[in-house]
T-cell receptor, first 115, second 113 residues
Framework: KAGVTQTPRYLIKTRGQQVTLSCSPI?????VSWYQQTPGQGLQFLFE???????NKGNFPGRFSGRQFSNSRSEMNVSTLELGDSALYLC??????????????FGEGSRLTVL | DAKTTQPTSMDCAEGRAANLPCNHS???????VYWYRQIHSQGPQYIIH???NNETNEMASLIITEDRKSSTLILPHATLRDTAVYYC??????????????FGKGTKLSVKP
């Protein structure tokens, strides 16, 4: 079955602009999480959505936001871009259940460069 | 902050077993040990997880000490394609949020011919 799909794969923006990234989870997966990866900070959790509701949020400013649609697809938005927002943004999907554990399946990421 | 400690880097000869250690001395009774790896320029890939017992799947084996304060990921016959950064993560299992893993720096494994 198809994996997690992220679009666009690469993009270049300038400071002050805003960007929207898209993530289509694996069919049947209802949970979508977003991570930011930079050389200095490594992989950092941004937020997680399940059934269109944000369940968890990492320690990022309000410029970072997201949403999930009824078909489980998710978007994240970064407004007023700063140079430090240049990063690989990774989306991961998983099944969720009332018990047990479920692994995350990551997409290839969207590489954002802010000039 | 990550609750695990891993060596920064390790080398392994192709065809030999790669043993990657992880220290998680503050692990709680309801926390699982997860391993993921990230091959250059790709998203992380799930490898294996466990709670108390040793686990094995088609990719690797996970050995957890009896006191659960440390574990070892074993790749039985490492290949060049196993060169990657390996992350050891502890988190609460069960229901609720599944997505907020806390990644540390990981171990960069280099498999050499």
């Amino acid at each position: 079955k198809a994996g997690v799909t992220q679009t666009p794969r690469y993009l270049i923006k300038t400071r002050g602009q805003q960007v929207t990234l898209s993530c289509s989870p694996i069919s049947g997966h209802r949970s979508v999480s977003w991570y930011q990866q930079t050389p200095g900070q490594g992989l950092q959790f941004l937020f997680e959505y399940f059934s269109e509701t944000q369940r968890n949020k990492g320690n990022f400013p309000g410029r970072f936001s997201g949403r999930q649609f009824s078909n489980s697809r998710s978007e994240m938005n970064v407004s007023t871009l700063e140079l430090g927002d240049s990063a690989l943004y990774l989306c991961a999907s998983s099944l969720t259940s009332s018990g047990g554990t479920r692994e995350l399946f990551f997409g290839e990421g969207s590489r954002l460069t802010v000039l | 902050d990550a609750k695990t400690t891993q060596p920064t880097s390790m080398d392994c000869a192709e065809g030999r077993a790669a043993n990657l250690p992880c220290n998680h001395s503050t692990i709680s009774g309801n926390e699982y040990v997860y391993w993921y790896r990230q091959i250059h320029s790709q998203g992380p890939q799930y490898i294996i997880h466990g709670l108390k017992n040793n686990e094995t799947n088609e990719m690797a084996s996970l050995i957890i000490t009896e006191d659960r304060k440390s574990s070892t990921l074993i790749l039985p016959h490492a290949t060049l394609r196993d060169t990657a950064v390996y992350y050891c993560i502890v988190r609460v299992g069960g229901g609720g949020s599944q997505g907020n893993l806390i990644f540390g720096k990981g171990t960069k494994l280099s498999v050499k011919p």
